[in-house]
């Protein structure tokens, strides 16, 4: 069965500070990854995607990923936050191809301090 | 463009009664989820939808959860007799049935308190 670990429950950072969330996903096959974010009192948005190509996948807000195959890992990374990224982020994954639902990761707690 | 919507936004109920959430998708999105979020639990999917039939029911928790959308597009998740764990954020998401793009878009979600 697929799975998704993200190593840190609760991150907090200095603005300025970089930025690198781990995310290491179980599943045999070709996938698709992705980081979603959810700013307080805010719903959950696509922050990037990796589907094939270019393993380095850039999103919006400056952060970006690296798929990693061999060590099934799409770590997020932002060389410097901000405050207003005081945020939760949940790295996701389906199968290639597929229609079905997302696995998520139990989400990392990023929190700013200005 | 609008996104996804649903309704309520918050629900709160007693132990043991019916409720129903709804869920409007992105229109032309032809792929419809649910997803739970509770607190130590993360998300958790419930069941999705290919048009109006439901491949993948695999996720819903008991049989007092059940989801139907009609004319492919709004769908609505009924849960019966409900239980205090029944209590989370209710999220739906919708995408594209297409193999390069199946990003999901999540809506802001139902909260739902049983007491």
């Known amino acids: 069965a697929q799975s998704v670990s993200q190593h840190n429950h609760h991150v907090i950072l200095s603005e300025a500070a970089s930025l690198e969330l781990g995310c290491n996903y179980s599943?045999?096959?070709?996938?698709?990854l992705f980081w979603y974010v959810q700013y307080p009192g805010q719903h959950l948005q696509l922050l990037l995607k990796y589907f094939s190509g270019d393993p380095l996948v850039k999103g919006i807000k400056g952060f970006e990923a690296e798929f990693i195959k061999s060590k099934f890992s799409f770590n997020l990374r932002k060389p410097s936050v901000q405050w207003s990224d005081t945020a939760e982020y949940f790295c996701?994954?389906?199968?290639?191809?597929?229609?079905?639902?997302?696995?998520f990761g139990k989400g990392t707690k990023l929190s700013v301090k200005p | 463009g609008a996104g996804v919507s649903q309704s309520p936004s918050n629900k709160v109920t007693e132990k043991g009664k019916d409720v129903e959430l709804r869920c409007d998708p992105i229109?032309?999105?032809?792929?419809l989820y649910w997803y739970r979020q509770s607190l130590g639990q993360g998300l958790e999917f419930l069941i999705y939808f290919q048009g109006n039939s439901a491949p993948d029911k695999s996720g819903l928790p008991s049989d007092r959860f059940s989801a139907e959308r009609t004319g492919g597009s709004v769908s609505t998740l009924t849960i019966q007799r409900t239980q205090q764990e029944d209590s989370a954020v209710y999220l739906c998401a919708s995408s594209l049935w297409d193999r390069d793009h199946n990003e999901q878009f999540f809506g802001p979600g139902t909260r739902l308190t049983v007491l």
């Open positions: 229109s032309g999105h032809t792929a």
């Open positions: 599943y045999g096959g070709t996938v698709n």
């Open positions: 996701a994954v389906n199968a290639w191809g597929s229609q079905g639902n997302l696995i």
